[in-house]
């Protein structure tokens, strides 16, 4: 071999080397410890913050530097936010071993183990036949299996979720609760069919029907169990529905003592009752106490079945861990209205701020259908009176069917909290002293959105630096129905928020009920799951100095 051949030689086996290093430092760094994201809207306050985001910056998230990176083909539609963990050790099929994995279950009862990066699927398990259309309701799409959020313990490394699916030979939908391994996607216990039984005040016994009920708020592990709530399909067969908070021990799937029912009256002047737990699909929240924060729906709409006791729609509740007690409540003086209009302050979900400096340490925002936004303090809710609302504040964000964010801005150490009511992102100031309230600051321009009014964010920051806020609007009824992910940055100085990315973030044919997905933001990726697939956005790779 002559010198300069030899050279040539030596240098490809450098080179191959240098290639070789390079993937597996890429791979390292896939599996290193990252940040994740086990519950809907980040943690069960339901803030929607990750503050651990140190690679999108709103200097880089614009459209040359930062798009789509795969497309993931799933089974069916997805009501439900993606979840992440890190380093799982992936133990069955054909991708065995250490992967970031996002996890999407669809209508279809199909859990999917997705590899965060690359965007291959690594597993899925298929629970059952879904219910097809449930009672004519076309809220939702045409199957309805696992439509609320999922929740995961990483200690155990277990994913737990809820699927609807079809009786055998004809015999009545069931809903079942999985506690699954995150490596392998099989049961870890055995599964639990959901049943419940709630005295009514009449003494007879209300027994839980899941024909009847639609599982749709976002799962809660908390003190030690899994919480559950659960309404009804576009409040049809309102005489059989009612809506049900359950809970199960994480360790055992063993249902709770106790329960709770919120309309437990035994007769209504319509025959109509509900008091749902639905939300669009947000988070049951917890508190620093332990106690379940939520919303609930409209009930009878001759609107004067409300008693606050035997009958609690229209309601922010608290109600202590082990279901026994509701614990505080607040309900809108114009209660009546809200049921005869079908404007159920239920339409929104509750976020639980995270503690607070001076007097007034815990606090509550939120909003429904008819756009009030309540700012309540979480240790005295504020109750029900028939002249007023004994809350902190009252602030107009329009039609909700959304949930609020917070973040810490950097600009003043002080919280913000971001509203999506309408088609536009407010963010509200929030000043301690001398007594609570919130100033808006800041908004969006006004989103290309569709369906009801509302959608919902994510905000992603690195501590308190470089925030930014992640919305995905609702789908136009253009053809074909796209929905949009936006990106924001709250501190461009400027009464409207300087938008700094726009991009179709899936599709929705559905059009009957409402898309309510939300943006996941996690180690410099964003999550946004649609109708039969998941779409993965990022930075672009760098693009190469052409070899000479």
Same mark, same amino acid.
């Given at each position: 071999?002559?010198?300069?051949?030899?050279?040539?030689?030596?240098?490809?086996?450098?080179?191959?080397?240098?290639?070789?290093?390079?993937?597996?430092?890429?791979?390292?760094?896939?599996?290193?410890?990252?940040?994740?994201?086990?519950?809907?809207?980040?943690?069960?306050?339901?803030?929607?913050?990750?503050?651990?985001?140190?690679?999108?910056?709103?200097?880089?998230?614009?459209?040359?530097?930062?798009?789509?990176?795969? +497309?993931?083909?799933?089974?069916?539609?997805?009501?439900?936010?993606?979840?992440?963990?890190?380093?799982?050790?992936?133990?069955?099929?054909?991708?065995?071993?250490?992967?970031?994995?996002?996890?999407?279950?669809?209508?279809?009862?199909?859990?999917?183990?997705?590899?965060?990066?690359?965007?291959?699927?690594?597993?899925?398990?298929?629970?059952?036949?879904?219910?097809?259309?449930?009672?004519?309701?076309?809220?939702?799409?045409?199957?309805?299996?696992?439509?609320?959020?999922?929740?995961?313990?990483?200690?155990?490394?277990?994913?737990?979720?809820?699927?609807?699916?079809?009786?055998?030979?004809?015999?009545?939908?069931?809903?079942?609760?999985?506690?699954?391994?995150?490596?392998?996607?099989?049961?870890?216990?055995?599964?639990?069919?959901?049943?419940?039984?709630?005295?009514?005040?009449?003494?007879?016994?209300?027994?839980?029907?899941?024909?009847?009920?639609?599982?749709?708020?976002?799962?809660?592990?908390?003190?030690?169990?899994?919480?559950?709530?659960?309404?009804?399909?576009?409040?049809?067969?309102?005489?059989?529905?009612?809506?049900?908070?359950?809970?199960?021990?994480?360790? +055992?799937?063993?249902?709770?003592?106790?329960?709770?029912?919120?309309?437990?009256?035994?007769?209504?002047?319509?025959?109509?009752?509900?008091?749902?737990?639905?939300?669009?699909?947000?988070?049951?929240?917890?508190?620093?106490?332990?106690?379940?924060?939520?919303?609930?729906?409209?009930?009878?709409?001759?609107?004067?079945?409300?008693?606050?006791?035997?009958?609690?729609?229209?309601?922010?509740?608290?109600?202590?861990?082990?279901?026994?007690?509701?614990?505080?409540?607040?309900?809108?003086?114009?209660?009546?209205?809200?049921?005869?209009?079908?404007?159920?302050?239920?339409?929104?979900?509750?976020?639980?701020?995270?503690?607070?400096?001076?007097?007034?340490?815990?606090?509550?925002?939120?909003?429904?259908?008819?756009?009030?936004?309540?700012?309540?303090?979480?240790?005295?809710?504020?109750?029900?009176?028939?002249?007023?609302?004994?809350?902190?504040?009252?602030?107009?964000?329009?039609?909700?069917?959304?949930?609020?964010?917070?973040?810490?801005?950097?600009?003043?150490?002080?919280?913000?909290?971001?509203?999506?009511?309408?088609?536009?992102?407010?963010?509200?100031?929030?000043?301690?002293?001398?007594?609570?309230?919130?100033?808006?600051?800041?908004?969006?321009?006004?989103?290309?959105?569709?369906?009801?009014?509302?959608?919902?964010?994510?905000?992603?920051?690195?501590?308190?630096?470089?925030?930014?806020?992640?919305?995905?609007?609702?789908?136009?009824?253009?053809?074909?129905?796209?929905?949009?992910?936006?990106?924001?940055?709250?501190?461009?100085?400027?009464?409207?928020? +300087?938008?700094?990315?726009?991009?179709?973030?899936?599709?929705?044919?559905?059009?009957?009920?409402?898309?309510?997905?939300?943006?996941?933001?996690?180690?410099?990726?964003?999550?946004?799951?649609?109708?039969?697939?998941?779409?993965?956005?990022?930075?672009?790779?760098?693009?190469?100095?052409?070899?000479?």
């Amino acid at each position: 071999m002559t010198p300069l051949r030899r050279y040539a030689y030596v240098r490809r086996l450098v080179e191959i080397a240098s290639l070789v290093f390079i993937a597996l430092l890429a791979n390292a760094i896939t599996v290193s410890a990252q940040t994740s994201v086990t519950t809907y809207h980040n943690d069960n306050y339901r803030t929607g913050w990750n503050n651990a985001e140190t690679t999108l910056t709103p200097s880089n998230v614009n459209a040359s530097k930062f798009g789509l990176l795969a +497309t993931v083909a799933v089974d069916d539609q997805v009501d439900a936010e993606p979840l992440l963990v890190p380093n799982v050790n992936i133990t069955a099929g054909t991708h065995q071993g250490l992967h970031n994995v996002v996890y999407v279950v669809t209508g279809n009862d199909t859990v999917y183990a997705i590899d965060a990066n690359a965007g291959t699927i690594l597993l899925s398990n298929h629970l059952g036949t879904p219910v097809t259309y449930p009672l004519g309701c076309n809220n939702n799409g045409p199957h309805v299996g696992i439509t609320s959020t999922p929740v995961i313990d990483t200690s155990s490394n277990t994913i737990y979720l809820i699927a609807y699916t079809k009786g055998s030979n004809g015999s009545a939908p069931s809903y079942t609760l999985h506690a699954l391994d995150l490596g392998s996607l099989t049961d870890k216990l055995t599964p639990m069919v959901v049943s419940a039984s709630h005295t009514l005040t009449n003494g007879t016994s209300f027994v839980f029907n899941a024909t009847y009920q639609r599982q749709r708020p976002s799962l809660l592990e908390a003190n030690g169990n899994i919480y559950a709530g659960f309404g009804s399909f576009c409040d049809l067969s309102a005489n059989l529905s009612r809506g049900w908070l359950l809970g199960w021990n994480a360790a +055992t799937l063993a249902p709770l003592p106790a329960n709770r029912l919120f309309d437990t009256q035994a007769t209504s002047p319509d025959s109509f009752f509900l008091s749902s737990i639905w939300m669009s699909g947000y988070g049951l929240a917890a508190d620093d106490s332990g106690n379940i924060v939520f919303v609930t729906g409209n009930s009878d709409y001759s609107g004067t079945t409300y008693d606050g006791v035997t009958n609690i729609q229209e309601s922010t509740i608290e109600v202590s861990s082990d279901l026994t007690t509701v614990v505080d409540l607040f309900t809108p003086s114009d209660q009546g209205y809200l049921d005869e209009t079908d404007s159920d302050f239920g339409s929104g979900g509750v976020l639980v701020l995270p503690d607070q400096p001076g007097s007034t340490p815990h606090l509550a925002v939120a909003a429904g259908k008819d756009g009030n936004m309540y700012f309540m303090n979480e240790d005295d809710l504020g109750g029900y009176s028939t002249t007023e609302n004994n809350v902190l504040g009252t602030y107009q964000i329009g039609g909700c069917w959304c949930g609020e964010s917070y973040f810490v801005d950097p600009s003043d150490g002080l919280a913000r909290v971001v509203s999506s009511g309408g088609n536009v992102v407010d963010v509200w100031k929030l000043e301690t002293s001398p007594t609570p309230s919130l100033t808006n600051v800041t908004h969006s321009p006004g989103l290309t959105t569709g369906q009801n009014g509302g959608f919902f964010t994510s905000v992603s920051s690195n501590g308190t630096a470089n925030p930014i806020i992640w919305a995905l609007a609702r789908p136009t009824s253009q053809k074909p129905p796209r929905m949009f992910l936006y990106a924001f940055n709250p501190e461009s100085g400027k009464k409207v928020m +300087t938008q700094l990315f726009k991009a179709v973030g899936g599709s929705w044919p559905n059009q009957g009920g409402d898309s309510n997905q939300v943006p996941m933001i996690a180690n410099g990726m964003v999550y946004v799951a649609s109708f039969k697939e998941l779409k993965i956005f990022g930075l672009k790779p760098a693009k190469q100095a052409p070899h000479k």
